[in-house]
């Protein structure tokens, strides 16, 4: 009788240390789910961080290629207000030598005019040579 007692303490006090050895695996089981998701939300977190300074790095080099082709659309409109300097000094340049020759073919008109009264002086020292004979 006694002996049974016994025992049967001895199982209730077995099932005890099974009943605590049991909540505390449940207990680690539990802090281990929490741990690993509170990994997996930092992991995800800084996915989320990675993603995101990549995406700036993608409009930063957006604003770079912004800023090149405004440059470049700059130095297109200088070689066009350069081309369009140059055309201008040629037409001045052009009007310079049209004037330039006006004035030469004036000069030659005038020496004709001039050989012509020449030649109407020398027939009039003719004609007069003529009388005098």
Known sequence: MHKERERERERERE???ESEREREREREHKIKR???HKRKREREKERER????EREREREKERERERE????????RERERERERKSERERVRERERERERARERERERERERERERERER???RERERERER
Request: aromatic share 0%.
């Open 34 to 36: 929490e741990k690993d």
């Open 50 to 53: 990675e993603r995101e300074r």
């Open 69 to 76: 082709r405004e440059r470049e659309r700059e130095r297109e």
């Open 122 to 124: 020398e027939r009039e």
């Open 15 to 17: 099932r005890e240390r």
